[in-house]
């Protein structure tokens, strides 16, 4: 019913900087939170930035002032601009949406299928 579809991942060197897309489509009503999670290998999966409907965000503490997070309500599309990347970065970022998908019904995480993040020299 909702499809979500990320872009822009790839390899940077240290200290650049990617901009990652997720944009939501199929039976929305409304979207909540937006926000993008990343694993690494053999880690769990971590919240790394959200962002309300009404614009207010959060970040884990390890991307404060590097990431920053936005998103398009006309477009129901997140982003995520990532600068000054850092070697413990890398990961599979993905992205997630809590959607009601018509008036009154209860609202539900969906997930993108993942984008690959490295950061190599």
């Known amino acids: 019913q909702v499809q979500l579809v990320e872009s822009g991942g790839g390899l940077v060197q240290p200290g650049g900087s990617l901009r990652l897309s997720c944009a939501a489509s199929?039976?929305?009503?409304?979207?909540?939170?937006m926000g993008w999670y990343r694993q690494a290998p053999g880690k769990q999966r971590e919240l790394a930035a959200r962002?309300?409907?009404?614009?207010?965000?959060n970040y884990a503490d390890s991307v404060k002032g590097r990431f920053t997070i936005s998103r398009d309500n006309a477009k129901n599309t997140t982003y995520l601009q990532m600068n000054s990347l850092k070697p413990e970065d890398p990961a599979v970022y993905y992205c997630n949406s809590r959607v009601a998908v018509r008036w009154g019904s209860p609202v539900y995480d969906y997930w993108g299928q993942g984008t690959q993040v490295t950061v190599s020299s």
């Open positions: 962002i309300t409907n009404g614009g207010s965000t």
């Open positions: 199929g039976s929305i009503f409304r979207i909540n939170t």
